[in-house]
């Protein structure tokens, strides 16, 4: 080989080799051109390869339209159930110029539309009922009128049971009062004889036009002429005539007017100085602004909407990351051809964002347009069993649309990030060669992990101390964060572990280790949403189990309280304890009575007993109680009290001879005994042991009249104390102690005892029993609060096992596609049919499994927290909180850990257990 050197004259020296001048930045318009055309290519490019790999494209485009056109669909329901201002008053007032509201005796004032009102003096005179003859003066000549009576309550004797449906009172007839429903079927009720009833009434109750209908109470029945809707009610409604109208306070009654001329301020002020409200129907507004139904009046609201947003954004940008980690690793030599062809990082990093591009215009597009069409679609359905009511316009809340499409094209580049920074630093070499380059834990991405968790949780216990759900939700989503930075450090030290398991496990383990940019997502989406999921049902699950531990029934559990509604129709004891025998199966039935006034008292009385001077608190709970005076209280045990005793609670007082002892307060019979003992002697009986002193309870009355309030009375009486009893404190008084002290006394219902709390079919037949006698209510005692969060819990899981098995599925269906040539190698030496189904099992398992897991821990630890934090707050308070306890959500857990199972059987069912076999030909 023959070099050949450059020959110099003698003497001279070689110049030295000059450096490579770096290109002028550019700046400027040139910047912008050369920006420009980057991007444009890059979408070119995206554009291509969408349409090359379709199925991903389609997993993709689905993943984000999914949510979109679900969270459209919500945005532009909402926006057409939110009537503006002119559809409320043509929905009040239908073809009428105004309604009018007679409210009180003297002058008032209202605002434009008569949505609110006030007195312009400090007293209030309530109104006489009002006729049709003196609106019509008020209003002047030609004017006609028309009274509309709602909520009123009738109870209808039904195929089965009574029901309970709402009426108003109508002359549908006029024109007036026609302009507020729709007419379906039939003809308006001509007499009073007659009813219109609505379509969901006309199922309940099992109707037809021209069948008889009748009061439950039997007292009454009406003819069915007409099926009528009332577009702010579609709920079971009877509109009766108005001379069928029940008699009663005139509360609920508008009236709807037609005047000859306008409804002028010079009229609306006539009409307010006589103490009348009126809506008017204002001239037509312009069109709403295209933000909608927007409302940004509580911050706090609306912060916390955002970060629940946040986290919705999290858990798409999670499931949609490991198809872009894939697209990259098949796009490996493209990517490396255009850095040999001279592109440099930033533009390799557009190459691949721009698919986030493409794909979120194109899920946002897909999604806004089936979410809008889906809500205009479903309309009927929305309005009928959602609210119950019927929108205004045909509208879709064009700023929601907007916003919602601008998040999907965010989730879509932020899923692309990670791809794209990791396709700008690859080897290009290896790239070209198709070689694999083992993956580099990096160790600041596990400080920087450790340290969001760190922080992620102080913020979450500092936003529980201050009660604030938005400082909880951002301490949470800095949690996780922290969490997905720290899990390609976890896959890792989890695949040198597989060095010990059989094949398929060890190569589930390895595939997740090499291809972390797309196994760690996953999992991290699975991580999410079951460590958002159990975090929910913790403090769930301890909410319910505080609010049981501080209820405090009323009665024994089973028991039945009846309290009569009208005063002049009262059944008897005999005729209550009857119906007990046939229709509750008991017939342990006691009369309550209430403490009155004497009979010359013209005010009312109330009787309290008085604690002990060395019993009683000597601080009062207020706002504003300093820190010194609650730490006294907290250490004193007369004032170590709960804080429902001091809020909530009060000292019932009755008078009983010890028949009803028992049944109000589950008292023995030793017990009842000795308290029956003391009242026929003239004591008295309380519950709480506090207020009994020397054997003597300090009994006070005062009397409230009209004028100055009477001075107190004290009297100190033979007391007994019930060891043990249920329900609020009370104070028993015997017929003799009370005309001692000047009392007299009242029926106040009946209290029933049962072995079991009566179903929901018993009550009813019960009630209607007792309806012919006089009208009653009912209350049992079913023994803690009515609230079971077991459904939700199970909910959230559900929730959260659906994103983890589509999470597993995603991961395992890309990662089959990526294994497909080590499946061929595997077939050539030999490996049996069933690996490949097997493999997918253990992909599977690696990551539901791994996801579940960190999900659990994660949430188990943040509802720790938060409840931990609140806890120490409330435990500097005075009085006394119930404190939270920390519980784990077992319902909610044991679906979360079947999950995986399911997960993993999935793949292996729709996993094909044939290998692959590959020819290669020459």
């Known amino acids: 080989m023959t070099i050949r050197r450059t020959r110099h004259a003698p003497g001279r020296v070689d110049a030295p080799t000059a450096e490579p001048v770096e290109p002028p930045a550019l700046v400027g318009r040139r910047r912008i051109a050369e920006l420009t055309g980057s991007w444009r290519t890059a979408l070119r490019i995206a554009r291509r390869e969408s349409r090359r790999a379709r199925r991903r494209t389609a997993l993709v485009l689905a993943m984000i339209a999914l949510p979109v056109a679900a969270l459209a669909f919500l945005a532009a329901s909402y926006d057409m159930a939110a009537l ?189 100085d006589r103490g009348v409200v009126v809506t008017p129907r204002l001239p037509a507004e312009p069109d709403r602004s295209w933000l909608g139904s927007i409302n940004l009046g509580d911050t706090n609201d609306l912060s916390t909407g955002v970060l629940i947003a946040g986290l919705g954004l999290l858990e798409v940008v999670l499931l949609v990351g490991p198809a872009f980690a894939v697209g990259v690793r098949r796009r490996r030599r493209d990517l490396a051809l255009v850095a040999v062809a001279g592109g440099d990082a930033a ?191 913790a403090y769930l699950a301890s909410d319910g189990e505080r609010d049981a531990r501080a209820y405090q029934p009323a009665l024994p559990v089973g028991h039945v309280r009846v309290d009569p509604i009208e005063s002049t129709r009262q059944p008897t004891l005999t005729q209550v304890a009857a119906s007990a025998r046939e229709h ?16 010359a008292s013209k005010g009312y009385c109330e009787v309290t007993p008085v604690l002990p001077v060395e019993q009683a608190c000597p601080w009062q709970p207020r706002d504003g109680l300093p820190e010194s005076d609650r730490r006294q209280a907290r250490a004193d045990p007369r004032c170590r009290i709960r804080e429902t005793d001091y809020f909530g609670g009060y000292v019932q007082t009755g008078v009983d001879d010890g028949t009803a002892l028992p049944l109000l307060t589950g008292a023995d019979p030793a017990t009842t005994a000795a308290a029956a003992v003391v009242l026929r002697a003239g004591g008295v009986v309380v519950t709480d042991p506090r207020y009994l002193h020397d054997g003597l309870v300090t009994v006070r009355v005062d009397e409230v009249e009209a004028g100055p309030d009477r001075p107190a009375g004290v009297r100190d009486l033979p007391g007994y104390a019930l060891p043990r009893a249920v329900g609020p404190p009370r104070l028993l008084l015997s017929g003799t102690t009370a005309r001692q002290l000047g009392l007299s006394w009242s029926p106040a219902g009946w209290v029933i005892g049962t072995t079991s709390a009566p179903d929901e079919d018993h009550r009813k037949r019960f009630a209607a029993a007792l309806r012919s006698f006089g009208t009653v209510s009912l209350s049992v005692e079913y023994g803690g609060a009515p609230r079971d969060v077991s459904p939700l819990l199970l909910l959230l899981a559900a929730a959260a096992g659906v994103i983890t098995v589509g999470a597993a599925g995603i991961a395992t269906a890309l990662a089959a596609a990526e294994g497909r ?99 290669q030909m020459d």
């Open 84 to 272: 503006t201002p002119q559809e409320r008053v043509d929905r009040r007032l239908g073809v009428a110029d105004a309604e009018l509201r007679w409210i009180a005796d003297n002058p008032v004032g209202q605002d434009e539309r008569g949505e609110g009102w006030f007195t312009r003096d400090d007293t209030y005179l309530p109104p006489a009922k009002a006729t049709a003859a003196q609106l019509t003066a008020l209003l002047g000549p030609g004017s006609r009128v028309t009274e509309v009576r709602t909520y009123i309550t009738l109870t209808l004797r039904g195929p089965h049971r009574d029901e309970d449906v709402s009426g108003r009172a109508l002359d549908l007839g006029d024109p007036l009062a026609r302009g507020l429903v729709r007419f379906r079927a039939g003809r308006a009720p001509q007499q009073p004889g007659e009813v219109a009833v609505s379509p969901a009434a006309l199922r309940r109750l099992d109707l037809h036009l021209g069948r008889a209908v009748a009061l439950a109470d039997g007292s009454r029945a009406y003819t069915v002429v007409g099926v009528v809707e009332f577009p702010d009610d579609l709920g079971p409604v009877v509109a009766l005539h108005p001379g069928a109208a029940p008699t009663g306070p005139e509360t609920d009654s508008v009236w709807l007017a037609d005047v000859p001329g306008a409804v002028d301020a010079a009229l609306v002020a006539r009409l307010n």
């Open 584 to 599: 509750l199966g008991t017939g342990a039935v006691a009369p309550l009575h209430t403490l009155d006034c004497g009979p």
């Open 821 to 919: 040539a080590e499946m061929t190698t595997l077939a050539a030496v030999g490996a049996a049919p069933a690996l490949r189904r097997l493999l997918a099992i253990c992909q599977a398992g690696v990551i539901a499994g791994l996801g579940s897991v960190l999900g659990i821990v994660a949430g188990l630890g943040t509802a720790a927290i938060v409840l931990f934090s609140v806890n120490r707050q409330y435990a500097d308070d005075w009085p006394l909180a119930d404190p939270y306890p920390i519980l784990v959500p077992w319902p909610a857990l044991g679906v979360l850990v079947l999950v995986p199972v399911v997960a993993m059987l999935g793949a292996g069912l729709f996993t094909r257990a044939r290998l692959p076999i590959e020819r």
């Open 347 to 537: 533009q390799l990093r557009r190459v691949v964002l721009a698919d986030g591009v493409v794909l979120g215009v194109l899920g946002a597009a897909a999604g806004l347009l089936v979410g809008v069409l889906a809500a205009f679609a479903g309309r009927p359905l929305v309005e009928q069993y959602v609210f119950g009511v019927r929108f205004g316009g045909y509208r879709c809340w064009p700023a929601a649309l907007v916003l919602l499409g601008g998040v999907a094209v965010l989730a879509g580049v932020l899923a692309a990030l990670a791809p794209a920074w990791s396709a700008a630093r690859q080897d290009v070499s290896a790239g070209l060669t198709g070689r694999r380059t083992p993956p580099v834990s990096q160790t600041r991405w596990l400080a920087l992990g450790l340290g969001l968790v760190a922080g992620g949780a102080g913020l979450a216990a500092f936003g529980a101390a201050r009660i604030s759900p938005a400082v909880i939700l951002a301490g949470l989503i800095l949690g996780e964060l922290g969490l997905v930075c720290c899990t390609p450090t976890l896959i890792g030290a989890l695949a040198r572990l597989g060095r010990v398991l059989p094949l398929a496990p060890r190569i589930a383990l390895r595939d997740a280790s090499r291809n972390r940019a797309a196994a760690a997502p996953a999992i991290c989406a699975v991580m999410a949403a079951v460590a958002s999921s159990v975090a929910l049902g």
